[in-house]
């Protein structure tokens, strides 16, 4: 199997087990923050079935094709099985609105997804974890 990065396994498990905790003990107000800023960005960028299509080639840093614009509920055992789209902004700067000619702006990689998929690849965790 490929583990190149299983040394920091632990340190990434704590990690996650803290930003999702915080994520999932927050109090509807930031839930609703979250959802008013996904709107606005979907109301230019959107709907997000086109954000997925546009993405839909997308090579990882490790050449692996995935693509970032994945629902992702994480109470779901399978946190895929969802509609819940992730907050833009956990992956992107926001730019400028109105938008300006020559925003550089800065792309946006999958550190959020590697949370759970802490190897830093999308094969199934059963292909490394046995139940
Ligand atoms: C008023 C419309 C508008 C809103 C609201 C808006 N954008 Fe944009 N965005 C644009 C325009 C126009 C561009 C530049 C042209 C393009 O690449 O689509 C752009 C560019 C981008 C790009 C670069 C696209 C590329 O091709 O590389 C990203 C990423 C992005 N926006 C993310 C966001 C995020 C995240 C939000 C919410 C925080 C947001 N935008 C809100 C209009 C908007
Ligand atoms: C898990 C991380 C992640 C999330 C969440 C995310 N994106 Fe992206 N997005 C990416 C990556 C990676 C790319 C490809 C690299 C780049 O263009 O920055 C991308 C590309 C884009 C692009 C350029 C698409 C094109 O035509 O090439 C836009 C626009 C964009 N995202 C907007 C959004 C908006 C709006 C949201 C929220 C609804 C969002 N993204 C949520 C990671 C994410
Ligand atoms: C809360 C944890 C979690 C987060 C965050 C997460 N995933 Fe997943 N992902 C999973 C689990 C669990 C599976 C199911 C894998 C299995 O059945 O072995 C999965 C499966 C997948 C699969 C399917 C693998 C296959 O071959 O069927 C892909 C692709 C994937 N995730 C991509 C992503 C991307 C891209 C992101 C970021 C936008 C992301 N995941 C964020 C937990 C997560
Ligand atoms: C490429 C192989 C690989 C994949 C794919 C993989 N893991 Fe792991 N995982 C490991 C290794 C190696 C460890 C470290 C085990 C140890 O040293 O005790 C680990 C540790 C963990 C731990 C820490 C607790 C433990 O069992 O030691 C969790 C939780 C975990 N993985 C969840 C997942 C989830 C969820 C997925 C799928 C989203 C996944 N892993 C995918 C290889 C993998």
Known sequence: MKCHKSKYVLFLMLLAAVTLSLGLTSGTSRADDEAAVIEECLS??????????????????????????????????????????????????AHPVPPEGDMAIKKANLKYCYNCHHDETFELCSNCHKE
């Open 44 to 93: 230019c960028h959107g709907p997000f079935e086109d954000l997925m299509e546009a993405t839909k080639d997308y090579q990882d840093e490790w050449g692996e094709k995935v693509n970032p614009h994945m629902y992702v509920d994480i109470t779901q055992k399978n946190p895929h099985q969802s509609t819940k789209i992730v907050p833009c902004i956990k992956c992107h700067e």
